[in-house]
C-alpha cells in the first residue's frame, strides 16, 4: 500500500524513557520525508511540546496536540483546527478536581498552567533551560482554579488530572468524569486522566488533517502505545503497535513492533519503508 500520512505518538512511542528519540528513529523520519511521505506528531502534549521534539527530529511534521484539541503545522502561525473546552465544561472538571483533591496541569497551545510553581525536575522545565524562546513553554500558577478559564484566552485544550492518593483514587474519579458526559476521558499512563472537549480524540484529528490533505483513512499508517492511541487505530488503514504498548491496542495492530526504549518506531518504518 502507498502509505501517505504516518501518524506517530510521542511518550512510549518515538520517545525513549529519557524523553529522547534515538538516532535510528530520526534517521528513519528523515527516509519517510525523503520518500515524500507526511508525518504528524499525534499526542497529548501541548503544541509547544512537540514543536520541541519535531525540531530535534530534524522534520517538517504536523502537529496533532491535546488528543486533536489543537492542529496546526509546524511551520504556520495558524492551526488548521482547535477545540478548547467549553466553560460549562471547564468548571465540570474543576468540580471533579476539587472533590477528589486531584493535582492538575491545564494546557493551552503553548502554556502549562498549575496550581503551584513546577520543580526544576520536571521535564518542560528542564527543557526550557536548552531551547531557544520560541521553543519554550510557558507557565502559569494559580492558587484559585476557577480562574483559569477567563484569563487565558487562547482556551484551554486539555486537562491532566493525577492523585497522590493513588490509582483508585484515578479510578474514581475517571468513571465520573465518564458519568458526567459531554467530555472526552482517556488515559495515556494507568495512573492519570486527560479530559477534552465532547468528541475529541487523536482519531478525530487524524481525521480532519487527512481531510485537509486529500489522503483517505487507507492511506494512513499509524504507530502507538497507549489507550489514547485506540481512537488513532480507528482511523487508520494500518496500525502498529510498540512491543510496550498496552494489550488491547496490541490486539488491534497490524504489526507489533519492538518497544520505545529500542527504536521500535524506527524498526517498523525500516520493514514498511521496505515495502513502498
Known amino acids: ?65 491535546s488528543n486533536g484539541a489543537y492542529i496546526r503545522e509546524l511551520r504556520d502561525e495558524k492551526p488548521i483546527y482547535q477545540c478548547p473546552l467549553s466553560y460549562d465544561q471547564f468548571h465540570k472538571v474543576c468540580n471533579i478536581i476539587e472533590k477528589y483533591n486531584l493535582d492538575v496541569n491545564f494546557n493551552s497551545f503553548d502554556r502549562v498552567i498549575t496550581e503551584y510553581e513546577l520543580p526544576q525536575s520536571n521535564n518542560h522545565v528542564i527543557a526550557n533551560t536548552t531551547v531557544t524562546e520560541d521553543l519554550k513553554i510557558k507557565f502559569g500558577v494559580h492558587k484559585n482554579i476557577r480562574e483559569i478559564y477567563d ?5 484551554i485544550f486539555k486537562v491532566l488530572l493525577f492523585s497522590k492518593r493513588g490509582i483508585d483514587t484515578i479510578k474514581e ?15 495515556s ?3 492519570n486522566i486527560e479530559v477534552m472537549a465532547s468528541g475529541i480524540s487523536k482519531g478525530r484529528g487524524i481525521e480532519l488533517l487527512a481531510q485537509t490533505l486529500g489522503i483517505t483513512k487507507k492511506e494512513i499508517l499509524c504507530i502507538g502505545d497507549s489507550e489514547n492511541d485506540i481512537s488513532m487505530f480507528n482511523n487508520s488503514g494500518f496500525k502498529i503497535a510498540m512491543g510496550n504498548a498496552i494489550e488491547e491496542l496490541k490486539a488491534m495492530a497490524d504489526y507489533i513492533t ?9 524498526k517498523a518504518l525500516e520493514r514498511i519503508l521496505n515495502n513502498i
Request: hydrophobic share 40%; glycine share 6%.
Open 189 to 191: 499512563a494507568h495512573d
Open 1 to 65: 500500500m502507498n502509505y501517505k500520512l504516518i501518524c506517530i505518538d510521542l511518550d512510549g512511542t518515538l520517545l525513549d524513557n529519557k524523553c529522547e528519540i534515538s538516532e535510528r528513529n530520526k534517521k528513519a523520519l528523515k527516509a519517510v520525508e525523503n520518500k515524500s511521505i507526511k508525518i504528524a506528531f499525534t499526542t497529548g502534549r501541548l503544541f509547544t511540546s512537540a514543536k520541541l521534539h519535531a525540531r530535534k527530529a530534524e522534520v517538517k511534521v504536523s502537529i496533532i496536540a
Open 258 to 266: 519492538d518497544s520505545n526504549i529500542n527504536s521500535g518506531v524506527a
Open 151 to 155: 484569563i487565558y484566552k487562547e482556551g
Open 173 to 187: 474519579a475517571k468513571r465520573e468524569l465518564l458519568y458526567l458526559g459531554n467530555l472526552e476521558v482517556v488515559s
